[in-house]
């Protein structure tokens, strides 16, 4: 764990505060063996699961401390938002729509192997919003979602990320002011 796409920061500046406290906060869920197997599983075409959430992980939080929230546990609840072990692509555990069903497969391994808040809980369980119906219920829930949204933009390619940071930016305002 020393790079986050689209960040020139990395993790080996132990003069950089903020990363050494991210370390401090995610580093037994990230060298956790069973979170590790993330690292199997190609995830938004150029990356794997694992690295997709660190990345989610460290952009939440950032922008949850920029913004006063619970950054801790938003970076927590971040990092295993996708923490399902399966290949959704081939062998989807049970039928449905993987919008819906992978948060709870996340949800149930968080549970089985840390200790999960109710802020974690939203950020894991809420954060295919607006993919899906269910929106988030606490300010740290609505960032992992932006984050989640910005993080697959970035990995996917430029195009992507581009056609999707408008939206992702509004967002981001409308928690910082408050509004949701």
């Known amino acids: 764990m020393t790079h ?6 990395d993790f080996l500046d132990w003069n950089d505060e903020d990363a050494m406290e991210f370390l401090e906060i995610t580093r037994d869920i990230a060298d956790h063996p069973e979170f590790r197997k993330l690292e199997q599983f190609t995830h938004h075409l150029h ?4 690295q997709h959430c660190l990345n989610v992980s460290w952009y939440t939080y950032l922008w949850a401390k920029k913004l006063g929230l619970n950054y801790k546990e938003a970076a927590r609840g971040a990092l295993l938002h996708d923490f399902f072990l399966y290949d959704y692509r081939n062998n989807p555990p049970i039928e449905g729509n993987h919008n819906e069903i992978h948060p709870i497969a996340a949800f149930t391994n968080a549970e089985k192997y840390f200790e999960v808040t109710d802020i974690m809980r939203d950020c894991i369980l ?5 993919n899906t119906s269910a929106s988030p219920e606490t300010r740290e829930g609505y960032l992992v979602s932006v984050a989640d949204k910005y993080c697959a933009g970035i990995e996917v390619g430029s195009k992507s990320y581009y056609a999707i940071y408008p939206v992702l930016k509004q967002i981001y305002e409308m928690i910082e002011e408050g509004l949701i």
């Open 126 to 130: 809420r954060h295919m919003w607006p």
């Open 47 to 50: 990356t794997n699961r694992y």
């Open 4 to 9: 986050i796409l689209g960040s020139k920061r």
